[in-house]
Every structure is written in C-alpha cells, then in structure tokens.
C-alpha cells in the first residue's frame, strides 16, 4: 500500500527528474536497455503478488472491502499503477496502486492497529517469499537442465528473467518496510511506539513523506538500504544453494 500525502505535482517532478537521468544510460548502453527489458516480468509479478498480500490479509482479517474492490486478484491490470511501474522500472523503487481496506471491519480479536500492521506487513512478507521461490527454481533449473539448455540462448534469457525476479522482489520487499510514510514499515512499527511518539508520527506524516523523496533524490536511501538488500540477497541465495546446491 503506497499512497502519497504529498502534492502530487511534487511526486510528478521527481519521477520526471529519475527517469530522465535514468534515460541518459539507457541510451548510451544497450547493456542496460536489455537488463530494462529483462526486469519488466519481475515488475509485474512483485507489484501484482505484494498489492494481492495486502488484499488477502485484510480479507482474512474480516474486512471485504478489497474483495468487493476486484483486488483479491492476480491479475496484473488489476493492481498495476502506471506511474509506479516505471518507478520501479527506472528509479529503484515503485508502487502498485493502493489496497483500499477498512480497520473497523478487522476482527477483534486484535485492536485495529495491530491489523493494519499484519496488513502492512503482508506485502513485503509476500515479496521475500516470492524471492525465496525464484531462487529455489533457478537452481533447481541450474542443477537439473543440461549443459547445452544452459548454454543456449533461450536457457539464458530464462535464467535472466528468473534472476530479475528475484532481485526485484528483494528489492521492493525492503524497500517498502523503510518506516517511512506512506511506506508499509511506517504502520508495521506502530504498534511498537509509545502514544506520544505515535501522535508525533500520525501529525507529521507530510513531513515524512517529504523526508522519504528527500532520501531518494539524493540517493542517501540506496546508500542506506542497499547492504541490507544484498545481505538479504546473499542469504536467500545461501538458502537455495544449501537446498538444491
């Protein structure tokens, strides 16, 4: 669930500025407009599989909103946000369109606070389980196709999308449990405040929301993230070595 606070004039600028650094090396590198292309059916599958988290676990909490809505779906036309796409595609981090659900409709068996935490949490959940999958097929592909399949182009180009795959869900998966407004960490780690800090943080949201393009323009946010997205990386790929190695 990604739904900015901000003027959306503001968010426009910002991906115009990304994508139009990021069409410079495109342009220039046909290295990189394969590995552009390459990264498209990772896209759909991490935005379609995280947006359809967030519907299912509101669902199983008792709340119908995102059903009645079509979003209990894999259907990529169904949760893909254009503008988010290319985000991912271009800029490092994306978003699909925002999972409509309804606290007071959640069991009570937990307070609503905790639901939209277990909510918020699903998509990324979701994310690094996709990963954990793809990595599982790719070796178990390494392992048991032959050599000439391997070697041959089609065995590479799957081998390629399978890797994308992977590297975009572990991607998004952290990226969006940044606990930063409007990012899932933001409601996952609600629970865990203290009311005043809670307050401050529901009250300041904008701000955050500024903080969080502030964070990316600059790139400090790749800075901060990337060794915790290749330390995950290197575990999900020690796991499908240590299984199917």
């Known amino acids: 669930m990604f739904n900015f606070s901000l003027d959306k004039r503001v968010v426009y600028v910002v991906i115009a500025i990304m994508v139009l650094s990021r ?13 552009l292309l390459a990264a498209i059916p990772g896209v759909l599958i991490a935005i379609t599989f995280h947006e359809f988290a967030h519907g299912l676990a509101a669902y ?71 990963a954990i999958i793809f990595t599982l097929i790719y070796y178990a592909i390494f392992r048991f196709a032959d050599a000439q399949f391997l070697e041959s182009t089609v065995g590479t180009i799957i081998m390629l999308l399978i890797a994308a795959t992977i590297s975009t869900n572990i991607g998004l998966g952290i ?3 940044i606990p930063l407004p409007p990012l899932d960490g933001s409601k996952i780690i609600m629970p865990f405040l203290p009311y005043k800090a809670k307050q401050w943080f529901i009250n300041n949201e904008q701000l955050f929301s500024l903080i969080f393009v502030a964070l990316w323009i600059t790139g ?6 990337s060794p915790v997205i290749n330390w995950v990386t290197a575990g999900v790929l020690s796991l499908g070595q240590l299984i199917l190695g």
């Not at 069409?23 to 590995?35: D, G, H, R, S, W």
């Not at 400090?220 to 993230?225: K, L, M």
């Open 23 to 35: 069409l410079t090396t495109y342009i220039t590198n046909p290295e990189a407009i394969f590995n």
């Open 175 to 177: 990226f969006n449990l």
């Open 60 to 130: 199983k909490l008792g709340d119908n909103t995102a059903k009645n809505e079509g979003r209990l779906s894999l259907n990529p036309f169904a949760h893909l946000d254009p503008i988010g796409s290319l985000m991912l595609l271009f800029a490092g981090f994306g978003w699909g369109k925002p999972v409509h659900v309804n606290p007071r409709n959640y069991t009570r068996k937990m307070s609503m606070e905790k639901g939209e935490a277990i909510v918020s949490a699903a998509g990324p959940i979701m994310n690094l389980l996709l």
């Open 220 to 225: 400090i946010a790749g800075r901060i993230i």
